[in-house]
């Protein structure tokens, strides 16, 4: 079974448009997080949940708005996309005990 | 704030050679974690180091870490094809429940 789940894989959009990203994790972990990886590779943190609570919330235009129902989901919706939005973003868990799990990631392609 | 430099950004190197990559972080941390990436996949675990003086192996990979100059390695030890890949160094926040990640190696090994 996956740890790290998240839908879709592929995300093709226009301009404007809002998508939504889910995440779902079976570890059991309190902590889930979202990360943005740019064209350069670079990975950088957007949120992170601890126990479906907001902890981290970095910097990140309103337009992306996370929702966590449980501790086990954290899913990313995001408002009138641009075309800066194009990213991959990688939906993330941990536990008490040292480790992050990462999901496969979603490729987003705004056109 | 914390900020996580690695180098070289990018490493070609032939087959049977061994090499380094070297990973500078700025404050104090919890853990220091590898991570490799193939093209368009997700992010693989390869180790977490927790203490001064840690040293892990795995294969032709080893690790280490030095929490007083703030630095980790990454040694390849007579590189093979199949390592080809990006290299992420990512510390531990401590306290702030995030990791932030160096910019990635890209390594590419040629036969």
Redesign the interface.
Known sequence: DTAVSQTPKYLVTQMGNDKSIKCEQNLGHD?M?WYKQDS??????MF?Y?NKEL??NETVPNRFSPKSPDKAHLNLHINSLELGDSAVY?C?S?GRI????????T?LTVV | ELKVEQNPLFLSMQEGKNYTIYCNYSTTSDRLYWYRQDPGKSLESLFVLLSNGAVKQEGRLMASLDTKARLSTLHITAAVHDLSATYFCAVDHAGAQKLVFGQGTRLTINP
């Open positions: 902590t997080y350069k590779k670079f990975l950088k943190i992170s601890n902890i981290i990688f993330a941990s040292y480790g992050y799990t990462f999901g496969s990631g490729r």
